[in-house]
């Protein structure tokens, strides 16, 4: 592996480093205000994407994949909390006509993505609660490549955008929320959409 892919490739565990030891750092501080509270959970659900299909193979371009995120949060103040957030994209395919395409037969798609932002939360009608997440994310695109032969080759680039989620959730008891949302990674075509439900965890 090169020196820049090298560096390419580790440039997104250093930032998940730096987002988790950033975390820590304000949990500690928080946790010793009177009141502190957190929270953690996980959700799934479908993952559309802005992909180009120009010269795939007819009905053979995938738009829509699975995708899923971790997430945890520690409470600021009762409405604002600062949060992290680590998404992993499904894998999509692209399927070409050799015939059509030289070197190319399949091209899958993935990515991941790390967070870090704030979580506002505005209660509605006392049993319900409006989500409105902003923040910056580090995405790992990476692109596998099969050619006429079957042999794969793996593509990778990162990419920082800006974040913006909307959720609705609900408390089920006083530890245990579900919840729905919709979460935008803003980068042109290679925007990354999720639109999810999961449950959360509070203490």
């Given at each position: 592996?090169?020196?820049?892919?090298?560096?390419?490739?580790?440039?997104?565990?250093?930032?998940?480093?730096?987002?988790?030891?950033?975390?820590?750092?304000?949990?500690?501080?928080?946790?010793?205000?009177?009141?502190?509270?957190?929270?953690?959970?996980?959700?799934?659900?479908?993952?559309?994407?802005?992909?180009?299909?120009?010269?795939?193979?007819?009905?053979?371009?995938?738009?829509?994949?699975?995708?899923?995120?971790?997430?945890?949060?520690?409470?600021?103040t009762?409405?604002?909390?600062?949060?992290?957030?680590?998404?992993?994209?499904?894998?999509?395919?692209?399927?070409?006509?050799?015939?059509?395409?030289?070197?190319?037969?399949?091209?899958?798609?993935?990515a991941?993505?790390?967070?870090?932002?704030?979580?506002?939360?505005?209660?509605?009608?006392?049993?319900?609660?409006?989500?409105?997440?902003?923040?910056?994310?580090?995405?790992?695109?990476?692109?596998?490549?099969?050619?006429?032969?079957?042999?794969?080759?793996?593509?990778?680039?990162?990419?920082?955008?800006?974040?913006l989620?909307?959720g609705l959730?609900?408390?089920?008891?006083?530890?245990?929320?579900?919840?729905?949302?919709?979460?935008?990674?803003?980068?042109?075509?290679?925007?990354?959409?999720?639109?999810?439900?999961?449950?959360?965890?509070?203490?």
């Amino acid at each position: 592996m090169s020196n820049q892919a090298f560096r390419k490739s580790s440039s997104l565990k250093r930032l998940s480093l730096a987002a988790l030891a950033a975390c820590g750092v304000l949990a500690s501080s928080v946790a010793m205000a009177e009141g502190f509270s957190g929270y953690a959970g996980i959700a799934g659900g479908f993952a559309p994407s802005q992909r180009q299909c120009h010269g795939a193979t007819e009905g053979a371009c995938d738009r829509l994949g699975f995708g899923s995120k971790l997430f945890g949060g520690w409470n600021v103040t009762p409405n604002v909390a600062a949060e992290i957030n680590y998404f992993y994209f499904g894998g999509i395919n692209t399927d070409y006509d050799i015939a059509q395409n030289a070197t190319t037969s399949r091209v899958r798609e993935s990515a991941r993505a790390v967070t870090l932002g704030l979580n506002w939360s505005i209660e509605l009608f006392s049993f319900a609660t409006n989500n409105i997440r902003l923040g910056l994310a580090r995405t790992q695109n990476n692109k596998e490549l099969t050619n006429r032969v079957g042999a794969a080759t793996m593509e990778r680039d990162y990419a920082t955008a800006p974040y913006l989620g909307l959720g609705l959730s609900m408390q089920l008891n006083r530890n245990v929320r579900v919840l729905s949302g919709y979460d935008y990674i803003i980068d042109g075509h290679d925007s990354r959409h999720l639109f999810s439900v999961g449950v959360q965890g509070e203490f």
